[in-house]
Nanobody
Framework: QVQLVESGGGSVQAGGSLRLSCAVS????????MGWFRQAPGKGREGVAV????????TYTDSVKGRFAISQDNAKNTLYLQMSSLKPEDTAMYYC??????????????????????WGQGTQVTVSS
């Protein structure tokens, strides 16, 4: 059984940093299409970043470019999201998602249902001004 467990969320002031982790069990993440998504109260789900773990190629939504970095640790079978220069508008529940794959197109960010099969339960990030 595949499980994705997120951790690392919390409350931080604007300008601060957090690192989210997504520990995967039940299959090996390399190669995979994996990503981070978020949902703020009253809003729809938004893609934050996706990565093809086979070569480490990444895609980010415009609002986090230069501030967030998605990465993987194959030895730990874990996905990360390093978040810096956090803003109040980054406040949301953050979810990781994954699927075994030999590619991860940019559209996985906007159409995750087509490319991502497994989802975690989420971790809350709250940024105060």
């Amino acid at each position: 059984q595949v499980q994705l467990v997120e951790s690392g969320g919390g409350s931080v002031q604007a300008g601060g940093s957090l690192r989210l982790s997504c520990a995967v069990s039940g299959y090996t993440i390399n190669p995979s299409c994996m990503g981070w998504f978020r949902q703020a109260p009253g809003k729809g789900r938004e893609g934050v970043a996706v990565i093809y773990t086979g070569v480490g190629s990444t895609t980010y939504t415009d609002s986090v470019k230069g501030r967030f970095a998605i990465s993987q640790d194959n030895a730990k079978n874990t996905l990360y999201l390093q978040m810096s220069s956090l803003k109040p508008e980054d406040t949301a529940m953050y979810y990781c998602a994954a699927a075994p794959s030999f590619f991860c197109p940019e559209r996985a960010l906007t159409s995750p249902g087509t490319h991502l099969r497994y989802w975690g339960q989420g971790t809350q990030v709250t940024v105060s001004s």
